[in-house]
């Protein structure tokens, strides 16, 4: 079936860039997304990407698309304290409704 | 209030009983989901529903039951609880083309 990776953790100084990577399996994605959750939260989208795009930008975040190596990746410009938080890669297939998650990377900002 | 509600918010249960989590949505979505979270697998899939009488297994549907009579309600139950089971569970709802999913605010279950 499909899969989604991601790297659990990744650390960053206020005021740096940040990057959250992720890759996966399904070459018939149509659309990609990047959910943000705050703690004790639910998810909520951040950004999305068709699969004939390769790059998307909205305001500070930066999305990045490989469809040849089947990779996305979303850029954080000027990392905030408040963008400390989950982020869960996303993949969506076809019709198909529902979403295949990563495993989350959790972004922890430092001041 | 407009949106998705989950409740309860937390749940202790013993194993073996029987336990319902519900999901309500005040938009009318076609499409309404369960996923579990849990530490290293990010969101998994258990049961989705494309429509009221309409509803598919997904990754990990062993052990849950859904049902959805109404549009706006899709009520996840686990008939005997067992420790696998704890997780946070969250419902989701989309609608038609639309390409965004709206989550609840999750339901912390515990089975001792």
């Known amino acids: 079936g499909e899969d989604v990776e991601q790297s659990l953790f990744l650390s960053v100084r206020e005021g740096d860039s940040s990057v959250i990577n992720c890759t996966y399996t399904?070459?018939?994605?149509?659309?990609l997304y990047w959910y943000k959750q705050e703690p004790g939260a639910g998810l909520q989208l951040l950004t999305y990407?068709?699969?004939?795009?390769d790059m998307k930008q909205d305001q500070r975040l930066t999305v990045l698309l490989n469809k040849k190596d089947k990779h996305l990746s979303l850029r954080i410009a000027d990392t905030q304290t408040g963008d400390s938080a989950i982020y869960f890669c996303?993949?969506?297939?076809?019709?198909?409704?529902?979403?295949?998650f990563g495993s989350g990377t959790q972004l922890t900002v430092l001041p | 209030d407009a949106g998705i509600t989950q409740s309860p918010r937390y749940k202790i249960t013993e194993t073996g009983r029987q336990v319902t989590l519900m999901c309500h949505q005040t938009?009318?979505?076609?499409?309404m989901f369960w996923y579990r979270q849990d530490l290293g697998h990010g969101l998994r899939l258990i049961y989705y529903?494309?429509?009221?009488?309409?509803?598919d297994k997904g990754e990990v549907p062993d052990g849950y039951v859904v049902s959805r009579s109404k549009t706006e309600n899709f009520p996840l139950t686990l008939e005997s609880a067992t420790r696998s089971q704890t997780s946070v569970y969250f419902c989701?709802?989309?609608?038609?083309?639309?390409?965004?999913?709206?989550f609840g605010q999750g339901t912390r279950l515990t089975v001792v």
């Open positions: 399904d070459s018939s994605s149509t659309y």
């Open positions: 989701a709802s989309s609608e038609g083309d639309r390409l965004e999913a709206f």
């Open positions: 529903s494309a429509a009221a009488d309409i509803t």
């Open positions: 996303a993949e969506r297939s076809g019709s198909a409704r529902q979403l295949t």
């Open positions: 938009w009318s979505h076609s499409y």
């Open positions: 990407i068709f699969s004939n795009m």
